[in-house]
């Protein structure tokens, strides 16, 4: 019996933007990198050939990235307002934090973890500070283990 995929939960967003790169790798990557590949051939000996290894590889990365794509794709499942409580953190949320120690603000948005991007505020709900907030509410305060020790923060606000 075939272990069953685990469920890789995503933002409306997040979920066509998957879609949209997915489809660009399959109509126009794939090709660009076939017609590289076709080019370098034409170079002569394979075995000297660094274009075509350099193209076989992309070739690689392309077929990598449409093989892990296609998978979380079959296994997402889009978090729906109408199962989120507002009040709660959960996936499309915005989570406004203050460290107890130093007392610095922090504003995150929570969402899948093909969707984080740290340096746009954009954290996964699998990541530490995720974990520790997720359905959480306003006035709470959660511990975070980090490689540092332990950071506390205190909920200020959540939003939709």
Known sequence: MAEREREVLLTADGLHKLEDELE????????????????????????????????????AFVEGRILTLEKTLRSARIVSEAEVDPHR????????????????????????????????NRISYQSPVGQAVFGQATGSTVEVRLPAGVARYEILAVAR
């Open 24 to 59: 660009l790798l399959k109509t126009v990557r794939r090709r660009e990198v076939a017609e590289r590949i076709k080019v370098a051939r034409e170079f002569g000996d394979l075995s000297e050939n660094s274009e075509y290894e350099e193209a076989k590889n992309e070739q």
């Open 89 to 120: 953190v959960n996936i499309g949320s915005s989570v406004t934090l203050r460290d107890l120690e130093t007392r610095e603000i922090f504003e995150y948005t929570i969402v899948g973890s093909s969707e984080a991007d740290p340096a746009q």
